[in-house]
């Protein structure tokens, strides 16, 4: 088991800048990858950025890539994602979710799937 909790978010206009945080507690097992997933109204889950463990590695979508800055601090559980440069396409809410499953998926399609564990979820308004 294991409980996120997010917090920042909020609105900001169109160029902007943002942060959202998200801890975990309670959790009985290994973590093997912490990200962040998004989801803008009508629309299905998509996946914005993970950092994996060992070594921290970052993975990024495209559609953030050199905008968003994922980071993480190990003893506390916790993981930041620096968002800039923000555009009205960026509004969604934001969850943040972990994997205990230390093989990651063959297609970047199945990253939202690979995640077990998930918040409640923080929204992030861009106005133009």
């Known amino acids: 088991q294991a409980q996120l909790v997010e917090s920042g978010g909020g609105s900001v206009q169109a160029g902007g800048s943002l942060n959202v945080s998200c801890t975990v507690s309670?959790?009985?097992?290994?973590?093997?990858?912490m990200g962040w997933i998004r989801q803008a109204p009508g629309k299905e889950r998509e996946f914005v950025s993970l950092?994996?463990?060992?070594?921290?590695?970052?993975y990024y979508a495209d559609s953030v890539k050199g905008r968003f800055t994922l980071s993480r601090d190990s003893a506390k559980d916790a993981v930041y994602l620096q968002m800039t440069s923000l555009k009205p396409e960026d509004t969604a809410v934001y969850y943040c979710?972990?994997?205990?499953?230390?093989?990651?998926?063959?297609?970047?399609?199945?990253?939202?799937?690979?995640?077990?564990?998930w918040g409640q979820g923080t929204q992030v308004t861009v106005s133009s």
């Open positions: 309670g959790r009985t097992f290994s973590i093997y990858a």
């Open positions: 950092i994996s463990s060992p070594g921290d590695g970052t």
């Open positions: 979710a972990l994997t205990s499953k230390n093989i990651p998926p063959s297609t970047p399609d199945d990253l939202v799937r690979w995640f077990d564990y």
